[in-house]
């Protein structure tokens, strides 16, 4: 790989990909590429000065300035450009596209996914792959649907990740702090009566805890208001047994909907 990797196309690098998996690549192990042939002379000078450390407090705290930026939104159209120029989040660099979010933003419940695979990463939307599809039935069983123009029957989604990570790896807890300012101020616009967490990295977004086969199904509360959290479609895609649970939860949601005013 020569040194001018980094500034492939995405064609040229889509080509250099198939290239390394016929050579028998079959995992990445690190976010961006390393040059392991480039040539390092060794520093044989003992008196030669170490490499200056970048000046203290040069390096920016990537939550304060996800803080600093959320606080300019006035809304979600705004929310939405803000976000997408925040540049601390390395995952963007992999991604595709900005997945912001789908739906109604009437919705009286809204939806935290994790992050976008790849075929969200492809078109831009959350929840359109093989899960999304399976969630789509899961909500229209209850009545819900993102399509719906009425807020009562109708869904909102998005993840907590707007950027697709490397091969679908878990966000790390760097990268969920900094994306957490902006799902809060998302969950603001969206002022949703309930909102479901989807997962794992929702509800480590959420409530600072992992174990969703602990938490789903009680209710809960995160960012001020009721919080439902919920086994992932794509788990229960490779765990079909699952999904009795899974329509209990989506009753204790109609149950809970029908309740409030
Ligand atoms: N899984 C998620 O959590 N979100 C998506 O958008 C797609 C898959």
């Keep these: 790989m020569d040194s001018s990797a980094a500034d492939l196309d995405f064609h040229a690098a889509g080509a250099l990909l198939d290239w390394l998996a016929e050579l028998g690549a079959d995992e990445a192990i690190g976010d961006g590429p390393v040059n392991r042939y480039e040539f390092k002379p060794e520093v044989r000078n003992a008196a030669?000065?170490?490499?200056?450390?970048?000046?203290?407090?040069?390096?920016?705290?990537?939550?304060?300035?996800?803080?600093?930026?959320?606080?300019?939104?006035?809304?979600?159209?705004?929310?939405?450009?803000?976000?997408?120029?925040y540049d601390l989040c390395d995952l963007k660099r992999g991604a595709r596209n900005f997945v912001f979010a789908d739906g109604n933003p009437e919705a009286r419940v809204m939806i935290l996914g994790e992050a976008p695979g790849r075929e969200e990463d492809l078109?831009?939307?959350?929840?359109?792959?093989?899960?999304?599809?399976?969630?789509?039935?899961?909500?229209?069983?209850?009545?819900?649907?993102?399509?719906?123009?009425?807020?009562?029957?109708a869904l909102y989604i998005t993840n907590v990740m707007p950027w697709r990570p490397p091969q679908n790896r878990e966000p790390d807890a760097a990268e969920i702090a900094m994306m957490l300012p902006f799902v809060a101020r998302h969950v603001e616009f969206v002022n949703p009566d309930l909102i479901v967490l989807m997962g794992n990295i929702s509800c480590a977004a959420a409530l600072g805890q992992r174990g969703i086969l602990r938490l789903r199904g009680k209710w809960t509360e995160a960012f001020g208001r009721p919080a439902m959290p919920m086994t992932h479609p794509a788990y229960l895609l490779r765990n079909p047994a699952a999904k009795r649970e899974a329509w209990a939860d989506l009753l204790e949601i109609r149950a809970r909907m029908q309740e409030m005013p």
């Design 123 to 153: 078109e831009g939307r959350p929840f359109v792959g093989r899960a999304g599809q399976l969630l789509d039935r899961m909500f229209a069983a209850i009545g819900l649907a993102r399509t719906a123009h009425h807020g009562g029957e």
């Design 48 to 85: 030669a000065p170490p490499p200056a450390a970048p000046p203290v407090g040069a390096e920016a705290d990537p939550v304060a300035v996800a803080k600093a930026a959320v606080a300019g939104a006035v809304n979600l159209e705004t929310l939405a450009e803000i976000q997408s120029a």
